[in-house]
């Protein structure tokens, strides 16, 4: 998920300014309505959580990234007015909020006193999935159509990757 962000980083001032010709100031607003998304989104799975359990609210954050970067890559593929571009990207980096807190705390549980070595695969493995997925979104030049396929790319890996790797979890038993 997080390679789809730096996907979104790299391209989105390149995309938002020169192609639809926004000004410095409008793409600021912009990506700042995109963060003020993903701290909103990251807050709601944190109040979610207790309530649902971390798993479904992975999986219904999983199928937030599924809809909305299927709705970017649908935009961008017709040409779709910013203001719809806008929106689905909006959904689309907001769902990474719910993805990034939830699935880092789920696959932290399980490691016990080597956490703190996992924390640090885990941080490798997105920095330097997100150092490949920049370039990868410019690839024929960039373009609407290039930032959105790499998002959609990336967001539909984690998805495979979490429906073959994810564990569901076991019913806890009580015990009188």
């Known amino acids: 998920m997080m390679s789809g962000m730096f996907a979104y980083i790299g ?38 959580c207790p309530l649902w359990g971390e798993y479904r609210v992975l999986k219904g954050g999983l199928t937030l990234a599924f809809v909305a970067s299927s709705l970017l890559l649908l935009a961008a ?19 990474n909020g719910v993805i990034a807190t939830t699935a880092s705390s789920l696959a932290m549980q399980s490691q016990g006193h080597r956490a703190g070595s996992a924390s640090a695969v885990i941080g490798v493995t997105m920095f330097s999935l997100g150092a490949l997925a920049v370039p990868i979104s ?3 030049g960039t373009s609407v159509i290039s930032m959105a396929a790499t998002i959609f790319g990336c967001f539909m890996s984690a998805i495979v990757m ?9 019913p ?3 015990t009188v």
């Open 11 to 48: 391209a989105s001032p390149f995309v938002l300014q020169q192609i639809y010709g926004l000004s410095p100031q409008a793409f600021s607003f912009c990506f700042a309505a995109n963060g003020i998304g993903l701290v909103i989104a990251s807050q709601t799975s944190a109040r979610l």
């Open 77 to 95: 593929l017709t040409a779709a007015p910013l203001p719809l571009l806008l929106v689905a990207l909006f959904f689309t980096i907001a769902s």
């Open 138 to 140: 410019g690839i024929g």
């Open 162 to 170: 979490f429906t073959l790797l994810a564990k569901k979890p076991q």
């Open 172 to 174: 806890q038993v009580k």
